[in-house]
């Protein structure tokens, strides 16, 4: 239950606390909701334990649409992300494909940048905060959109619903991360997992292009497991560019400034992708996706099918409603046979 009196509280009083351990530049008076200042939970930071993580270090995000499933990736000791925990994403809306208008309930894909003025600890759903869309290039490109977020529930018009329960872990290892000293996180939100199948089974798909680029910021991610340093020229994103501040989201790319090494085995990624989906291409046929209205991990769209939509929002939500029931019932993005849709 949500007791305002006593959260502003509480709030004061860790924000006293941190401000005589010289954590002054995060203000915990901002947090305002009780649920905004819950601890990270023990076997949440357990994990931590395990994989040399401390709660204070940089964390980075990765959505997936057609698997429906959020990544939390966390700095180690060693200075390198790895995986700290997926959630499945209740429900997220439009298409795989990129927002471009307001009103398309269209949930985005690219790079996005999360400061901490971005949390939002009194979220009708539950705790959310924004991704910041549009971004430059998104701006550039004449998309306009706002208020686009990941929270709570499982109800979605452009956002990412992952439940009440899990976007409070979210929130609170965002929460920690700020008060270690992280200014911002990235959130790089994709249509699929960019495997070969998957480039395969949407081949034909108008939006490759686009998604070659995104594919150019996942593989430099995969390959050094650091934040990618995201600029964009050409109308599209390039990324671990020395150049990268001055460059122009419109304008011709210039002659791109990137480390040898990393640029070499970024291309040889690709060029072993893009052989592996051709030749999957040539040996299976592949139906076209149907049209259907967002997407729901498999195991909510189970338990929908099998107790109903009041159900399921019950178990996922204080309050809201699952939204559009029967569009999260479809599936558009089952596997094919002998096709693995990357996991």
Known sequence: ?????????????????????????FDYELAQSERSI???????????????MDAGSPILVRLFKQESELEVWKQDRAGRYALLKTYPICRWSGKLGPKRAKGDRQAPEGFYSVAYGQMNPDSRYYLS??????????????????ALMIHGAC??????????EAAGEIYAVAREAFRGGQTAFQ?????????????????????????ASLKDG????ELTRQEPRVSACGGRYVFNVANGSTLDPLAPCPALEVDPSI????????QEDAAAAAALAQSVALPSMSYVDGGMHPSFRAILRQSGPEK??????????VSRPDAALADPYRPLDGVSRGS
Not at 1 to 13: E, G, H, Q
Request: aromatic share 10%; hydrophobic share 40%.
């Open 1 to 25: 239950m949500n007791r305002p009196t006593s959260a502003k509280t509480l709030a004061v009083i860790l924000s006293f606390t941190l401000g005589l351990a010289g954590c002054s530049a």
């Open 263 to 270: 640029a070499a085995a970024v291309a040889r990624k690709q």
């Open 187 to 211: 959130v790089q939100s994709y249509p699929f997992r960019m495997t070969a199948d998957n480039l395969a089974i949407h081949r034909d798909d108008p939006n490759m292009a686009f998604w």
């Open 38 to 52: 819950q601890p990270i939970p023990s076997r949440l930071m357990g994990t931590m334990n395990a994989k040399s």
């Open 218 to 221: 996942y593989d430099h991610f």
């Open 312 to 321: 399921l929002a019950s178990m996922t939500s204080e309050r809201a409603p």
């Open 155 to 164: 109800s979605s018009s452009g956002c990412f619903a992952v439940t009440d």
């Open 129 to 146: 905060f924004n991704l910041g869309y549009p971004n430059r290039l998104e701006a550039a490109l004449g998309f306009n959109g706002e």
